[in-house]
T-cell receptor, first 113, second 114 residues
Framework: NAGVMQNPRHLVRRRGQEARLRCSPM?????VYWYRQLPEEGLKFMVY????????ESGMPKERFSAEFPKEGPSILRIQQVVRGDSAAYFC???????????FGPGTRLTVT | AQSVSQHNHHVILSEAASLELGCNYS??????LFWYVQYPGQHLQLLLK??????LVKGIKGFEAEFIKSKFSFNLRKPSVQWSDTAEYFC????????????FGPGTRLSVLP
């Protein structure tokens, strides 16, 4: 039973490029969460999605960031026109329906040069 | 502002020393509480959780935590640490009826000297 999968594990982008981060939840989990961890800080909630629905995006920056969780395939966190301040580790977590317990993936470390 | 705080940024202990890491939150109402550990280069793993019932919860690897409602605290303890416990420890809070997202503390880095 595979855990939460994220890819790529490391991503380097130049300023102005787009970054796409993918997350495949655990089998049977229909809820996905994205968190961002800046250096020397804890994880900050970004967005909570269920299949084809954004449930809570209160932690998402208003511009350049978007997320989706389509009916088929992984959840995608998309960052357009990246800036150096976007450099961070982005973690995805998933949970089954009716559970608050979240299981985390290994993260994607984004570096913007 | 409502938040989760962890008292220590970096704790250094010798092997076999006892450990207590503080966690306080500032939310009213019912909460679910978690401690996660992040070993170097790895993802977060759940150490233990509290939903309701006995306020003293036991987790994996000999860790335990005590929920003290009156103090809004959920401190993590281990009687005797090992070098392999070197990691970053995060406290997290989920507020019932306020959505599913977690609010994490800033983390405490634990270094255990052999």
């Amino acid at each position: 039973n595979a855990g939460v999968m994220q890819n790529p594990r490391h991503l380097v982008r130049r300023r102005g490029q787009e970054a796409r981060l993918r997350c495949s939840p655990m089998k049977g989990h229909s809820h996905v969460y994205w968190y961002r961890q800046l250096p020397e800080e804890g994880l900050k909630f970004m967005v909570y999605l269920q299949k084809e629905n954004i449930i809570d995006e209160s932690g998402m920056p208003k511009e350049r960031f978007s997320a989706e969780f389509p009916k088929e395939g992984p959840s995608i966190l998309r960052i357009q026109q990246v800036v150096r301040g976007d450099s961070a580790a982005y973690f995805c977590a998933s949970s089954p329906p009716s559970s608050v317990e979240q299981y985390f993936g290994p993260g994607t470390r984004l570096t913007v040069t | 502002a409502q938040s989760v705080s962890q008292h220590n940024h970096h704790v250094i202990l010798s092997e076999a020393a006892s450990l207590e890491l503080g966690c306080n939150y500032s939310y009213g109402g019912t909460v679910n509480l978690f401690w996660y550990v992040q070993y170097p280069g790895q993802h977060l793993q759940l150490l233990l959780k509290y939903f309701s019932g006995d306020p003293l919860v036991k987790g994996i690897k000999g860790f335990e935590a005590e929920f003290i409602k009156s103090k809004f605290s959920f401190n993590l303890r281990k009687p005797s640490v090992q070098w392999s416990d070197t990691a970053e420890y995060f406290c997290a809070v989920n507020r019932n009826n306020y959505g599913q997202n977690f609010v994490f503390g800033p983390g405490t880095r634990l270094s255990v000297l052999p």
